[in-house]
């Protein structure tokens, strides 16, 4: 028996240990190469939005006319986002499918007015870009170039997109040299060849972005020249390079969170958990005494296991300011099944049983509770995680891994401990259990007068 | 040992005068709902130059907006006095252009924040979250008529602790109606969470009551049910007081001390956890007794004030 706590504990503490570790603030991580395989794990905590700033865009497909909208399509159309916010060069951008049409895009490096207004720009247009033969004129650059009117030679499709970069004229203006794949190369090579002296116009959704004259055949590889600003430019190579979106889509929420209110924000909430930890673990020490210490220490553990799950590389908790408050409110939760458990412990003891049986009777009784009450708050996360976007999300899946996690500190945990501690015989006074009235724990039975007894709590005959 | 059970008249009563008031300012006021239900945006910025709420309005009204209101923040630091601007749904260019004017007007301006939600994404929000608290209310009572199945009329049991979360719901969702119309607290996206949290912390609690009827009506066979009910309230008492007790702590930590933006949804969750320990002591057995003694009709009646209260109780 005492040899099985032992191991228990070992294991706890190995397990809070590591927490710990991971839970440190300047966590290195590890890295390492084990057998010729890297290893490159960090644990880092993934701040949402409202904490770190940045913008948050809801995207909604919006399909032309006839268009089907597949589950491919929405995939295609993801990465096709993932690829131009990836050259558009912005730190730790999340960018998921939600719904069958919609896409959330973050991106909290995002946070200059200047930065967001090009941000916006990446979905607001589908990057197609068009050849357009516009026969002896040259349309003027910048304005929308009537649709229909000329035919089409190429498109963006057959762009080879190794070949697509940022070039400079002699005068250091910036110009885009792009390439042909085989395909394009040779349809590209006879028209040019036909029509020497006539104008080809490059038109990048619907808008001319320069109409050059052909002066000789031009077979795989081409310059577009333009009054683009650096930027711009490098913003149309990623939309070629990275092909046109398979759908249309349409910004239909947003939202930009200065750094400086995320920043009190956690600061303060900090505080809040802190201090509300605190005024717990008082509570629990003044009102059950021993095992409320256990209950305090099982609740730290609780605490540095719960922070080291959102910090996992593999699936990090993104955390919100309401993820926060469901972390601090699943503290005051956690302490319930305890509490259920102590409070089995007094009634048990009032009884006259043994420590050592009342523990166990305690543990054992309350376990029914612990497990009906917690599975229907576990209920209430599926709900909110199934009907709630990524702000409710966060708070539905930190409830629930704390609700879990408290599941282990609460009744192994503490359990453990106090078994350890009742083998030492320290803990044999009824006193440090916060029983009064009761002496000593021996065999017969003695009752606490002003309590309520099973046995004798309904009187024959009333 | 406390008489709850045979008092319980008195409890309903209670729990119909505190919820009356929400129930009436619903009527008159309804919710005042924020951009995550109506579609809409919000702006906050911070100027240098502190102008009246009412000259930065004007430079939105000027520009052809309407449902144009701003409120100002109760702090200025360094960059100014806050401003919270809310419209119609702009566009993140319609939004930067306003912004320019007003920054050259009553500069030097700070964006804080700019969110911006489309009228179909609001309606939305407002179905996901009627349906969460239904969905959340039919898997409990299934849950619950799974658990207590070896009891008698097990879904009775859910059926209450039901009942009890709606009282919860209907409370906060009442006062929050009051509070809307005083402060002007408005009914957002985390408003909805803090609904759904109290919703399983009512169950939680009642849950730990009727656990104990379950285990105390196969101790006592033969039992008056009334009685067994009564005892393992009062069994409960200490647990269900202390461990709201630590909850209510925790909030009230986080209330004090917690940024401004989750205020609102903290206050939610504090009266929410006081409302779902008075039901699940208070309501949910009661009416688990009344359903059980056949009384359910007459206790219509009863509530009315104009007839006095008969204890039934031997």
Redesign the interface.
Known sequence: MRRRESITLAVIILIASVAGWIVWPDNPGIHATVFNRDIDVDFKVVEGLDLQGGMQVLLEADPAPGQELTPETMNAARSVIEQRINAFGTTEPVIQLQGQRRIVVEMPGVKTPEERDRAVKLFGETGLLEFVDTGSTSPPPGRPLEPGKYPTVLTGKNVDANAVSVTFDQRNTPQIAFGWDAEGARTFGDYTEKNVGKYLTIVLDGVVLSAPRINSRIDDRGVITGRFSLAEAKDIVTKLKYGALPVPVKVVQQREIGATLGQDSVDRSITAGAVGLGVVLAYMLIYYRLPGFIAGVALVIYSLLTFAAFKNPWAPVTLTLAGIAGFILSIGMAVDANILIFERMKEELRLGRTLGAAIEAGFNRAWDSIRDSNISTLITCAILYYFGSGLIRGFALTLALGVIVSLFTAIVVTRTLLRLLLSTGVARMPALFGVGGVTVPVESAKRAPSRPDPNGFLPAGS | ?FDIIGRRNIYFLISGLMILPGLIGLAIWGLKLGIDFTGGSLV?VRLGSNPASAQVRSVFVDAGLTDVSVITGSTTDALGKTYLIRTKTI???TK?DL?AKLGSAYGPL?????????P??GRE?AT??F??VI??SV??LL??SY?FRQVPNPWRYGACAVFALLHDVVLVVGLWSILGRLFGLEVD??F??AI??V???S???T??VF??I???VS??PG?MFE?IVN?SV???L??SI??S???????T??L????A??RG??LV?LVGIVSGTYSSIFNASCLLVVWENGELGQLLGRLLPAKPVVATT?
């Open positions: 040992m906050e566009d993140a260019g930067s912004l700070t964006e804080d924040r700019f969110e911006s939600v489309g179909v994404i929000t996901n979250a349906l969460a969905g959340a898997l409990i849950y619950l658990a996206a985390l909805v969470t759904l949290t919703v399983g912390f169950v939680h609690d849950i730990v656990d104990r379950r285990e105390n101790r006592f039992e009685r005892f009062n069994q409960t200490d647990r202390n461990t007790l630590t909850v209510i702590l925790t909030l930590a986080l004090l001390l917690g940024g933006t989750i949804f903290v969750l031997p």
